[in-house]
């Protein structure tokens, strides 16, 4: 159990360092304004013993489970109310969820509304990973013709297109050149 110090010197580490390797204890110590290294060091026992920060390779960390939002167990409905439960299962990161910090994940603003019935709207940011693959029914980010597009990934029968979830738009079947860019793995969306 940690003492309100203790939270406190562990959630300025967070805010400060963020999940980059944490300086040492001289650097922290003049950070935050204490005297001696000394009792960053007691801190960082303490917090190792938590397993709040760890060692790797001679350099320390926070424990990456300690960053992003909480999840909750409950869901919440999105029909009748219903009592939630106030259960944190654990945190979750953005980061590690959608794997953003991989150099070949990317997010780039959705414009037009040609792939709203599945789900993604002018305005969202879609997250992508980078392939050359696709299997059929993947949405991705392809360079047809003349430009980039998001579409639905459709190939039978040896013959290959891209699908719009929007009827209002028409199906698009290469002339000359479809080269996949990536696969779309989610989205975000501020309201």
Known sequence: MLSEKQKTFFENLKKTYGKEPLPSFENIA?????KHKNSVWQYFNKLKEQDL????????????EYFGAIL????????????????????ISLDESFDLDNPSVF????????MVN???????????????????????????DNGYTLKTYRQKNGKVWLQPENPDYPIIEPREVLTIFGVATGIARFF
């Open 107 to 114: 997010v780039f603003n959705v414009s037009g509304d040609s």
């Open 118 to 144: 599945a789900g993604i709207f002018d305005g969202d940011k879609v997250i992508v990973k980078k392939t050359p693959n696709a299997k059929d029914g993947d949405i991705v980010l392809a360079y047809i």
């Open 30 to 34: 003049k950070d935050f304004g204490f």
């Open 72 to 91: 909750f167990t409950s869901s919440v409905r999105a029909g009748f109310a219903t009592v939630a439960e106030d259960s944190v299962e654990r945190r």
């Open 53 to 64: 920060i760890r060692e790797k390779n001679g350099k320390f960390f926070i424990n990456p």
